[in-house]
C-alpha cells in the first residue's frame, strides 16, 4: 500500500498495469489495494480518482490533514514487513509455515500477502521444492 502511495505522489496518472509493475503484483491485487488506500486515506483529506483508460491519480485535497496523516504512527506504510518478489516470498513463505504451529488456509494467506491465490499456489511449489531437495541431501548425508 505505502509503495502504491509512493508512486501516486509524483502526481502523474498510472494505470492499474504500470503500477502491478512497480509493485510486482497482479493488476487485480492493484485494483483491490487502490479500493482499500482509498478508504484509508479519504478520511484524512485525499482521494484516488479513477479515470477511464488513463489511470488513477492521488488527488490531495486538504494537504495539512493529509500530510499530519502520514506522520502518524498509523499511517500507511508502518505495518509488518511484506515481501514484494517471487524469491522473497519464497522464503517468507518458508520461514511462516516453518513456524506456524496449525493448520494455514491459502485464501488468508493470499489475503495476507496481497496476491492471488495462483501466485500463492506457484509460489508454494517452490518452496515444495526446495523442501524435496533439502530432504534429499540430508537423507544422503
Given at each position: ?140 548425508a
Amino acid at each position: 500500500m505505502k509503495q502504491i502511495l509512493d508512486i501516486l505522489s509524483d502526481r502523474d496518472y498510472y494505470t492499474a498495469e504500470m503500477l502491478a509493475e512497480e509493485i510486482h503484483a497482479g493488476t487485480k491485487t492493484v485494483r483491490n489495494l487502490l479500493k482499500e488506500i482509498n478508504q484509508e486515506i479519504e478520511p484524512h483529506g485525499a482521494v484516488i480518482v479513477s479515470k477511464y483508460g488513463v489511470g488513477y491519480f492521488l488527488n490531495i485535497q486538504d494537504i495539512e490533514k493529509y500530510e499530519a496523516y502520514c506522520r502518524k504512527d498509523h499511517a500507511l506504510g508502518s505495518e509488518e514487513y511484506l515481501p514484494s518478489t517471487s524469491e522473497e516470498r519464497i522464503q517468507y513463505l518458508l520461514e511462516y509455515l516453518i513456524n506456524s504451529g496449525s493448520y494455514v488456509k491459502l485464501e488468508k494467506l493470499s489475503e495476507s500477502l496481497y496476491i492471488s491465490k495462483r501466485t500463492l499456489t506457484e509460489d508454494l511449489k517452490e518452496v515444495e521444492q526446495y523442501l524435496k531437495i533439502q530432504y534429499s541431501r540430508n537423507t544422503q548425508a
